[in-house]
């Protein structure tokens, strides 16, 4: 019983830390605006790859973290204090977004092309810095081949949700209003922030509860 509520915590933890992070509502604006002059069977098609290919990204980011964290002997708190600062810093631009003239050169060049599932759709917008660094995190929790199988479904959860989001679009900015999607940035800006102060905080204490680091205090105060 207790594998089966771990399994289900997996996959609700992953929707949760990614859901924020992901916010596909606040790219909702950006992905009309660069899908301007789209057919709707067009842009359905256009948000429905982004989030495979997200799905894609994200995936190759759980199965190659540990080998990722190995390669570059990454331990596991310093990735969630990295991990955390990102995260955190992604909140705080997220409650006070500047739009600066790269990021409108972006949207200029993403309009000009033909297809932008894969970039800047999948990446950046949807699968960043942020959604990488978080899923490869998620390689701490996974102790079990089903563990893996839970993380994945979280991320597909959230593809889907972000592809129903970005399908209804249209409908969701009209119904929300800017004044409304501000706010909702903002509210998910602010819970990013806390989950990468959060992040930071469990990667202080895994390195201040390591016992090789507790055995050398005790060693130095016991010969001191």
């Known amino acids: 019983m ?4 771990h399994f ?78 990102l995260v955190a810093g992604i909140g705080m631009g997220m409650l006070a977004p500047r739009m600066g003239s790269n990021e409108k050169r972006e949207q200029d060049a993403a309009r000009a092309k ?21 899923t490869i995190g998620f390689t701490s929790l996974a102790q079990h081949p089903l563990d893996y199988v839970a993380i994945i479904l979280g991320i597909i959860i959230v593809a889907a949700i972000s592809y129903l989001v970005l399908r209804l679009s249209g409908k969701i900015v009209k119904i929300i209003g800017v004044n409304g999607m501000s706010a909702l940035t903002k509210i998910m800006g602010f819970l990013l922030l806390c989950i990468g102060i959060q992040f930071v905080v469990n990667g202080i204490l895994g390195i201040a509860t390591d016992p090789a680091l507790l055995k050398g205090i005790r060693d130095v105060l016991t010969t001191g």
């Not at 297809?115 to 660094?133: E, Q, R």
């Open 2 to 5: 207790s594998h089966v509520s």
């Open 114 to 134: 033909g297809d932008i599932s894969f970039t800047p759709l999948a990446m950046p917008m949807l699968s960043g810095p942020g959604s990488i660094a978080v």
């Open 8 to 85: 289900w915590e997996l996959i609700l933890g992953t929707v949760l830390a990614l859901l924020p992070i992901i916010n596909p509502f606040a790219s909702t604006p950006v992905f009309l605006a660069i899908t301007e002059g789209d057919s709707y069977s067009r842009r359905e098609h256009q948000a429905r790859m982004g989030c495979l290919y997200m799905i894609a990204i994200l995936v190759l980011s759980l199965m190659g973290g540990t080998f990722i964290m190995n390669f570059f002997g990454i331990s596991i708190p310093g990735l969630r204090i990295a991990g955390g600062l």
